[in-house]
């Protein structure tokens, strides 16, 4: 499996994309080409003495690009030279600008026959495993027909990355009954009904941390305001926790409640995600954490690795053959 | 002061309610009437020896009722019975069902004069001090003018109830920058910035509890989304630290951490709140948490009386005087 690594985004910078592509080449035997400026890579890479292609790139195409702009004028950049390159290889890793991959992805890649919009979907740790929030982001006016295609894509990854055979979709709202929600939410619930996958009705943001469904569908307005509200809350309740428990435990207490609390931090750290698939493209795209370390690059190659074998293209492809 | 108190809507019984309103009365000063089935009350007061003025209301509108058509139709409810009787009375507090509260409110009681619609502000913790969140649930689908008038509401009593001069504003979205969001919060934006307030800008999620803001501006979707999924996830963190740390303590350290840790867990409390005011009404009317006890009846009593004392309806009138 060929895949493009993107050197630039990292906050660790270029020597950790470096890094994390030749772990995904060594451990899980995957072709890597770097993107990025050869003038900069070529000295790491002998530094490290190991060899790889690279695709040269001198541009970069920060978060403060206005992404559409940013795809058309900066064709000398790491995601316009990669997507210009993507139809010799199977797939794309990044830790860039999320708009640009998606604006790449719909204007160079190009979107699966009958998907309307790119989405952007991002598991959401429970009780026992993820449930996969889509849109977390891409698409911040959507209407109805748009969240059934989410739905579809949704079940479909969650088919082919944990084998789990009828997702349960649920979706996200402001109580269980059919009656309730917004305009579109309404709307949404009865073509849910018929669309083709299991859909399981009305989900509250209460009961997200429960696992009551394995796809939550909702617009990117929305999804995108849930993944930060959790990400400050549980900042926010664990700096409370901290200040106002931990530094006042005795020195052995606060010793053994470290020992626990360490492994439960990092249950919840990105990191071990491996970054999030872009969907209804033509191609398989991660986008990774701007912290990624190595690891987290090799693990999203891993993550894109078992995307590719069990085909999540063509079961996409399948999946929409059909639609109007 | 004259307060109506629904003895209806309590997980704890009317009982409770009861009790509530002896405790406003006792510790408040306050003149309590009592609404409800006099037939259950009347022993309860004697059995406690003392007396309070009832209105007799034998119907209940419980959460599963359509409000609208409670509202209509079940004329002898203790909210129906209450809202014909306001024009006596300086403000009801009720643990009944929000809809049903929000509908008499506006069917009954009416709207401000240029208040297009009553709106549900929710207090959020934050480091220091809460954020006002507004609307957090009454209207599910809204236009840019009703969003401006949310934060004209807001501003309002976070002056009125915390004496703040100019309450910084925010508009909730999915990031700081002008041109972020969907098609209602890009226009609410610039509308935001001509009006009478103090508007700081856009305000991500994940700033929420830094108190970057006084008030936080959004749709009811988009804060009853916010509220459950803050609900759900402080729970859901509380029980992976109880059985992933806590659990496994030695007893002398698991000790110590349960003495600082309860005082935190009771900070997040919402019976130290007292209670929701319903913003727009011509009447202070407060929806106060069906899990309410005495306490938090008590305390949605102070709570409206501070409102009542500064004049919180005279200013929100004069603060939409002149409005088209």
Redesign the interface.
Known sequence: MKILFDTAGLDLGLEEAIEGAILARDELGIEPTLVGNEDLIKPILEKLGTKMNILDAKDIISNDDEPAFAIRRKKDSTIVVAFNNLNDYDAFISCGSTGALLAGGMFISGRISNVKRAVLPTPIP??NGNTLLIDS?AN??VDVELLVQFAKLGSVLKNVSEGIENPRVGL?N?GVEENK???I?KEAFSKLKEADINFIGNI???????HVCDVLVC????G??????????????????NS??IE???D??KK??FK??T??VNTFDYREVGGVQLLGLKKLIVKAHGASDRNAIKNAAASVQLMHKNKLIEKIENSFRGEI
Chains 1, 2 share one sequence.
């Open positions: 429970t009780i982001g911040m006016d996200l402001v929600g917004n305009a939410t509250e943001a209460r009961d997200i941390n429960k617009d990117g307005f929305v995108n305001i849930i993944l930060k509200n959790t990400e400050g809350l549980a900042s926010f309740i664990m700096s409370m926790i106002n428990v006042k435990l005795s052995s207490s053994e409640v626990y609390m492994p439960l």
